[in-house]
């Protein structure tokens, strides 16, 4: 077995293309994330960004894209903002995660959504967590009974919402329309504008603040590719967008990302109905999953119909410099993890930061 480095835009077409070919062969949902269109576009905006190509007997066996940050620590690729982490390999590969990261002179790789079957990166100290998702592989009319019998007062009160927004802003502003894949950059700057606002609302931190992400969102609005695509959907009255979400899509999975909308709408639950419509469009248009991403959130648990798993933590080899990793990182995500996983403690943490945004707000 051989494993060389390249930075991302060194990989050939023909590397790309057995990347693909090798991620279609795996029992994982096809998630965007995972293909080599989304580590070109981190590539252009993390200039630490690398792929360690695996051989095999002379074969394309894999690819590990991650970042290398001083003193051999490494990260999933775009860490942070990236929903799907892991190598992409061939199915039975015999590999262990020190002899990969010892190609990629790595002492350590963090991640914080590595993907369910993964089990080369998990150690004893990896936390498991729930990424829920909608199916509608059986169509969208399968999802609406679904929400008819699992959650009925949601999809009454939804409906009732919607109907409310078209009656009042036809009359006000015109008519409620949906656009699934809008190419308008525009509607992309109301929508990072939105969301910037609501960061900071809620007291966490602005992800649009920082360059590489914002210009990384915008990037990928531009990318079309059949296994990763930017896919902008906005809801209207008339020309205005009221709620919009950017999230990444393959030919069967929509990965949901940023979404936000204009507070001035709010009684009317434009997120939500965004949402459903969001489903309705990708069902026709042959998408089979929604994931909506980890994190604890109630109109998730509104509109999922299950859960996939991811994974947060590190893979080590066994050095002075996987230590200082340890020292330097795992007593804040111990702290964190200690947090989340008392619901009270939670509760008074997610009140603390919304008071800390309105303080900011004044």
Known sequence: MRIHVV???ELTESEC???????????APANPFMEPEFTLAVAAVRPGARVAVIEDAGDQAGFF?????PLGQGRAVGLGVSDCQGAVLRPGLRMSARELLRGCSLATWEYDNLESGQALFLTGGA???ASPVIDIGAGYAAYEEHLRRHAPKFHRTTAAKERRLARQTETDR???RFVFDER???ALRTLMEWKSAQYRRTGRRDRFAQDWISTLVRRLHGTRAPGCSGVLSVLYTADRPIAAHFGLRSRTVLSCWFPAYDTEFAKYS?????HLRMAEAAAADGIGLLDLGRGAAEYKDSLKTGELRVHEGSATRPGARAALHRLSREPARRAHSYVRNRPRLARHA???????GRLRGQ
Do not use: C, H, I, N
């Not at 894209?65 to 940050?69: I, V």
């Not at 997610?350 to 008071?355: A, E, G, P, S």
């Open 17 to 27: 293309e057995s990347w693909r070919e090798l991620r279609a062969k795996s029992d």
């Open 65 to 69: 894209p991650y970042e290398k940050g």
């Open 127 to 129: 936390e498991e967590f």
């Open 270 to 274: 434009p997120g939500l109905v965004l």
């Open 174 to 176: 015109g008519a409620v």
């Open 350 to 356: 997610q009140r603390t930061l919304r008071l800390l």
């Open 184 to 186: 308008d950059p525009a």
């Open 7 to 9: 930075k991302p835009g």
